[in-house]
């Protein structure tokens, strides 16, 4: 989302140089040797291509496409590796809508996670379950609240499976931020940022990322903070809004 003028290799290394770690979407899409090649380190990738968490079909295409994306995570040694309620298209829309799951559904998705955190336990890796917005960029997604995903990532209650708790989705969807990072801290696997509206960097908005910051300081928070938002203007400008806006 930043530096999108450059060749997806130059904004790694970009990136890299700047003393950021780095996240990608899709990576069927990219040339992964030559991206480990940069020597940048990848905090984040996406964990599957297709499929979903409670239908038949979409759970055989869940667990395929998320066993082959753990073999490619290792080429660039990847930790945490992303999902979400339900596969989503290239604008973000759900292939599959069902925005209230029913008991069932809740039922097969925690299986469903259940059998992926056992994949990621294996492979040494971590699961990441996204909350997303159904107001603005993803509407008809299941599960997409933090208090979804929080749920679910709970009822499974393994380390291979935690949150990607993202803040720009949850102030959309749910607002309250502080006293969702409190609750969800435990199940935190990383924490995704931008300012709404817009999703651009902090600063730019109506989040006091600075406070959030703070919190996260005194609860003892020592993962990552990843900047999921495109610059306003400049990205180097962005980085160093989003840098100044987490050194506590």
Same mark, same amino acid.
């Given at each position: ?54 239908? $038949?079909?979409?759970?055989? *295409? &869940?667990?395929? !496409? %998320? ?7 290792? @080429?660039? =040694?990847? #930790? ?93 969807? $749910?607002?309250?931020?502080? *006293? &969702?990072?409190? !609750? %969800? ?7 995704? @940022?931008? =300012?709404? #509206? ?51």
């Amino acid at each position: 989302m930043l530096f999108t003028e450059l060749p997806f290799v130059d904004r790694v290394r970009r990136l890299h140089d700047l003393d950021f770690e780095v996240e990608i979407w899709d990576w069927s899409t990219k040339d992964l040797p030559a991206l480990a090649a940069t020597g940048a380190v990848f905090s984040s990738m996406t964990g599957y291509l297709r499929g979903d968490l409670t239908t $038949e079909d979409g759970i055989a *295409e &869940l667990l395929s !496409t %998320a066993e082959e994306s753990l073999r490619r995570a290792d @080429v660039i =040694d990847s #930790p945490r590796l992303n999902l979400h309620g339900t596969g989503l298209d290239p604008n973000g829309l759900p292939l599959r809508p069902r925005e209230t799951p029913t008991g069932s559904d809740w039922i097969a998705a925690a299986d469903t996670l259940a059998r992926l955190a056992e994949l990621a336990r294996r492979a040494g890796r971590v699961f990441t379950l996204e909350n997303l917005n159904t107001a603005v960029d993803h509407p008809g997604t299941p599960f997409a609240r933090a208090a979804d995903t929080l749920a679910l990532v709970r009822a499974v209650d393994s380390p291979a499976l935690r949150l990607n708790l993202d803040l720009y989705h949850a102030q959309i969807g $749910e607002g309250n931020l502080i *006293e &969702l990072v409190r !609750t %969800a801290l435990p199940w935190i696997g990383e924490i995704q @940022v931008a =300012d709404v #509206p817009g999703r651009c960097e902090p600063g730019t908005g109506e989040i006091r990322y600075e406070a959030i910051a703070a919190v996260l300081r005194d609860l003892g928070y020592d993962g990552v903070v990843g900047l999921e938002a495109w610059a306003a203007s400049d990205s180097e400008v962005a980085l160093r809004a989003f840098r100044q806006a987490f050194v506590v």
